[in-house]
């Protein structure tokens, strides 16, 4: 897909995203997309970085996890996802196929603090854009599995300040991690470890 074509379906899976939210009061059914300048950012970051092993947790209907895949692509690289619902499951899958990007996206549905005990790894890149609250159990069991120079993003930093609270000290209390928040759409937590 052409680069305007892309930018095009992006635009247009944000604002079915945006419809979606406005209509939906139950928070599942949501899709609570990244605004689409923090999903810029992000795809600046992975591709300026290089990173190649991406593992998002957070999928909804696939608008960040096409931002992702369409970095790795051009680096060569692959993104695994989760998301616990099934019906964001199914339309990330179709959403990544009418971008042409299903092939470079392994995508998981279920608990995502049980699935990433389990995924083998290495990653250089992890994405938390889900259960706040669960984050700081992922990290721990995802810390081992990290490259050196791993960089950890997550997005909701400023706007769920008490929700995401746990998630920052975690992050703050990693050995050799420098890290920030960047006030981007909602605000983008970054920590990174040098090699």
């Not at 300040?161 to 920030?180: D, K, R």
């Not at 928040?181 to 090699?195: E, Q, T």
Request: aromatic share 8%.
């Amino acid at each position: 897909m052409l680069e305007t074509d892309f930018q095009h379906f992006l635009a247009e899976l944000y604002q079915q995203g945006q419809n979606n939210d406005t209509h939906q009061d139950d928070r599942r059914q949501k899709m609570l997309n990244l605004e689409p300048e923090t999903a810029r950012f992000l795809s600046f970051l992975v591709r300026s970085s290089k990173r190649t092993r991406i593992l998002e947790i957070g999928t909804s209907n696939g608008y960040s996890t096409c931002w992702l895949a369409r970095a790795a692509q051009q680096l060569g690289g692959h993104v695994t996802s989760i998301d616990r619902e099934e019906h964001k499951h199914v339309q990330a899958d179709a959403n990544l196929r009418q971008a042409g990007l299903r092939e470079l996206v392994t995508l998981h549905c279920g608990d995502a603090t049980r699935l990433v005990a389990n995924l083998p790894g290495p990653f250089d890149c992890l994405f938390f854009d889900a259960d706040r609250y669960s984050a700081p159990a992922q990290l721990a069991l995802l810390y081992p599995k990290l490259t050196p120079d791993a960089l950890i993003l997550a997005d909701n930093a400023l706007s769920h300040p008490t929700e995401i609270a746990n998630y920052l000290e975690a992050v703050q209390a990693l050995a050799g991690f420098e890290h920030m928040v960047i006030p981007v759409g909602k605000g983008l937590s970054i920590a990174y470890r040098a090699g």
